[in-house]
Structure formats: C-alpha cells, structure tokens
C-alpha cells in the first residue's frame, strides 16, 4: 500500500515537471483507477483476513482450553485405570485364596447343611409326635367333658329327684312334725328323722301305734321310689340299758329299734328289701348334748337317711 501512495505521488510529479501528452495523461488515469480499485480490493480482503486471523486466535485459544480439560480427564482416568488395576489385582489375589480354600469351605459347609437336615427331621418327627398327642388329648378332652356334661346332668337329675322325694315325704309326714318327726334335705341326701316318743317306750323297741302310721305313709313314698337306697339308723342317749334279756346294752338297742322299723317297711309288699339296711349307732353320733332332758330326747331317734342309687354315675365313671 505504501508503495503504492509513491507511485502516485511519482507520476502527479511528472505530471507537473513535464508536459505530456492528452492520451497518456488518460491513460495514466485510467492506470490511476485501476491500482485504487485494486487498493480497494486489497482493503477489504486485508480486513477479512484479520477477522479471520482474530477468527482463528480465538479457536486456538479455545483449543488450547479444551486440551487442558482433556489432559486433566486424561490423567483422572489415568488415576482410575490404575485404581481399577489395583483392584482387579486384590480380586484376582482374593480370587486365589478362595479358590485354594473352596475345597474345604464347601466340605465344612456340606458337613454343616447334613447336620442342619438332621436336626430339622428330628424337629420334624418330635413336632410330628406332638402333634400327634396334642390330637389325642384334644379327643381325651372331648370324650371327658362329655362324660361330666353327663354326670352334671345325672347329678342335676338326682339333686331333683331328692327334692321331690324330701317335698313328698314332707306332705305325706306332716301330720306327725309336731310329733318329734322332721324331714331335712342336705348333702344330696334326705334325712327323715323320728324321736322315740313317736316310735317306742322306754327301753322299748316295739314301735307303737302312732309310730307305725308314721312308718306306714313313709313307705307308701318309698315304694314309689325303688331306685332309693334306705338306711334305717337307731340312735340313743348316754345313759347305759338298764334292761334285761338279749339286750346288752344301748349299741343292741338302737340296732334292734332299727331292725324293727325296717320289718315294718318290709310290710309293702311294694319296697324292695335290697334297698334296705338297718344299722346301730348307739349313743355315739348325738345331735344335741346328752346335758339335758331336750338333747337327751333328741338324741334319742330312727333316722332315715334316703341315698340315690349311683350305678348310672358309678358306670360313667369307669368307662
């Protein structure tokens, strides 16, 4: 470019030391034009140049940065690659061992799962036994509550059946309660008690007259109950038999009082003698102290002692 400004000014000095002629100084012009479009050219393909250079700086730059970024992945990667050799080495190394030891750990190991099965089937057979037993306790139970469901309604029937047997015997004794006569249920039993001014006479075991209706309407209940067993006790006070003859003394007395009222029950033809027993106590199950003439009188007595037969709840007991 500056050489191009000389060459200009060069020929506008020749231009004006010397005279040319038209035609060449035209042409000079025309020359003059040219190297200016030229110049302009030149202008503009400098300007793209330097745009394209600053262009280029830039990517260099740029490229610079990217090589510095990839060097430094370049030397993570190193760092992992190494780490993962490292670790692929303590792999295969412990890899090794197992593999030196997995010959004895698997025979250790078979030896341990053969005992665990053992155990487990020995747990099983136990449990099965259990089971088992658990099964025949339940029907154990089964059976057993049934049974007392049985006794418990046997028994509810008996309680029953005692206490309509105590409620008629009251109705069918009532004339004779003002008379030393009671009828008492306790214990699943009744008791009908008779004092000896019903029955007999001092020293007497021949049952009088009013004595006898009382033993008649008692067997009259009876009879209606053959499945009752009947105890006839005779009972006296303290004081000694003063008597004579086949009488020794009061324990030959109450059981001869007994005996005699069991004969006269026996006179229902309806009342069966095994359901009968006579027995004598003598003085020596009182119910008031022999102190006095009221517990001397009261001790002085037949009782009857009325049983429910027991041969269903005896059977379901046995079996």
């Known amino acids: 470019m500056k050489n191009l400004k000389y060459l200009l000014i060069g020929f506008l000095s020749l231009n004006l030391i010397g005279c040319v002629s038209q035609k060449k100084f035209l042409d000079l012009e025309d020359e003059l034009n040219t190297l200016q479009r030229a110049n302009e050219d030149l202008s503009t393909q400098l300007e793209a140049c330097n745009s394209e250079k600053i262009a280029i700086e830039d990517e260099l730059t740029y490229s610079k940065d990217r090589i510095e970024i990839l060097k430094n992945q370049r030397d993570d990667l190193v760092k992992d690659l190494n780490a993962a050799k490292s670790n692929l080495d303590k792999l295969n190394a412990s890899y090794d061992a197992l593999e030196k030891n997995s010959s004895k750990a698997l025979a250790e190991n078979s030896q341990q799962n053969r005992e665990l099965l053992k155990q487990l089937e020995e747990k099983e057979e136990a449990l099965a036994k259990e089971q088992s037993r658990l099964e025949q306790l339940q029907k154990d139970l089964n059976s057993r509550s049934k049974r007392i469901e049985e006794l418990e309604g046997l028994i509810s029937e008996k309680e029953q059946k005692m206490t309509a047997l105590k409620d008629n015997l009251s109705r069918a004794l009532t004339n004779f309660e003002g008379q030393g006569l009671s009828v008492e249920l306790r214990d699943g039993k009744v008791y009908v008690s008779m004092e000896n001014k019903l029955l007999f006479a001092s020293g007497s075991w021949n049952v009088g007259n009013e004595g006898q209706k009382a033993v008649q309407e008692l067997a009259k209940v009876l009879a209606q109950n053959p499945d009752i067993a009947v105890l006839i006790e005779g009972h006296t006070d303290d004081v000694p038999y003063g008597g004579s003859g086949a009488i020794n003394d009061n324990w030959d007395l ?41 517990g001397k009188a009261k001790n002085r007595r037949i009782e009857v002692v009325l049983t429910p037969k027991l041969d269903e709840i005896s059977k379901l007991l046995s079996e």
């Open 254 to 294: 109450s059981t001869k009082r007994a005996t005699e009222v069991l004969k006269l029950l026996l006179k229902n033809e309806n009342i069966d003698p095994q359901n009968l027993t006579a027995a004598g106590k003598g003085e020596f199950a009182p119910v008031a102290p022999n102190t006095n003439a009221e």
